[in-house]
């Protein structure tokens, strides 16, 4: 178990670890998140494909916890001065 893992979850040793360069798509069916992930994979010259690694889906409610748990990451990058975020102009 890490130390950012909840106290009362499970850790499956199985479960499979997935990298991804980004959330390509996301999208909402009957009350689920559907996520779609990609990394990238350099073909000749330089030209980057992008390729689906995982398809996640998750229920509304889930979705929640994705957020809060992003932006507390979000928050820690940018206290550490790892990450800065700045505003997108319109």
Known sequence: MTEET??????????PEIYADEAAWVSTENGV??????SNAYVSHGHVQKRVVLRLAVPLTGVISLHNGAG???QK???NGILTTEARPN
């Open 6 to 15: 909840a106290p009362h979850l499970i850790e499956l040793t199985q479960a």
């Open 33 to 38: 998140a559907k996520f779609v992930f990609v």
């Open 72 to 74: 507390s990451l979000i």
């Open 77 to 79: 990058l940018e206290e």
